[in-house]
């Protein structure tokens, strides 16, 4: 028997449950298969509690990491460019690796450092969060790449969410009293609408199931077609 790690020694059953209802406590068997079972005296609803809060921290510690994918064209540039490496950012920010894949449509693929040239720009413009895992290879009409957060990248992110959420909250409250001029303050900018979009939403631009629609040679005539009926 232990009572608050005392060594109680052996006793009967019922010794034991008159001691745990004196204290205000339960008797719980916590070596069944002992000979005699071994039993402790406890708030067995305390117990309980605590494990579950050390269970509920030791999942907040477990990896939770998953490789996003995130597909660009070859020729992607410009605003379509921003909007992808805004999401590779935050899945990297996330604590995610991100799969970067180029896709190949038609003779593209006899170009391939077009596709190396849209990996390099991602990599270059989120050097100071990640590193290259796996290097550009070839997947069929696909190049992959991975690249994964560098460390503390996670909680550096974190961070600067809460003092970005502070700060709105604070403008919030700010707004609602008006300043030493007698005008009430701006309002604080509206959140992006798009911070919640997941993979398939990003990457509904890039189509893998058209990869093998072969464009017209460089210089070649189009495709005539069905002709038209001769007019009289």
């Known amino acids: ?22 204290k205000g406590l339960d008797l719980v068997e916590i070596s069944p298969r002992a000979f005699p079972p071994v039993c402790r005296i406890m708030d067995y609803g305390k117990y309980k509690y605590e494990e579950a809060k050390k269970k509920q921290q030791a999942r907040k510690r477990a990896s939770t ?28 920010e996330g604590g995610n690796k991100v799969r970067l894949a180029v896709v190949f449509r038609g003779r593209e693929i006899t170009h391939p450092q077009t596709g190396m040239n849209v990996l390099n720009r991602v990599v270059e413009r989120c050097a ?34 809460k003092a970005a959420v502070a ?39 890039v189509d893998d199931d058209d990869d093998d629609t072969d464009e017209p040679a460089e210089g070649a005539a189009p495709d ?9």
């Open 1 to 22: 028997m232990i009572l608050e790690e005392e060594q109680l020694g052996v006793m009967p059953t019922h010794e034991a449950l008159r001691l745990a209802e004196e």
């Open 128 to 161: 100071d969060i990640a590193t290259v895992e796996a290097t550009p290879n070839m997947e069929g009409r696909r190049m992959i790449m991975v690249i994964a957060p560098k460390p503390g990248v996670v909680r550096k992110a974190q961070e600067t969410k």
């Open 167 to 205: 700060a709105q909250l604070a403008a919030l409250a700010a707004n609602k009293h008006p300043n030493s001029s007698g005008k009430p303050h701006a309002p604080p900018p509206p959140d992006d609408d798009d911070d919640d979009l997941d993979e398939d939403e990003i990457n509904a631009d």
């Open 65 to 92: 990491s998953e490789t996003k994918e995130i597909k660009f064209r070859p020729k992607t540039e410009g605003h379509d460019m921003d909007f992808k490496l805004k999401h590779v950012r935050r899945f990297l």
């Open 224 to 232: 005539a077609g069905t002709p038209d009926p001769v007019k009289p």
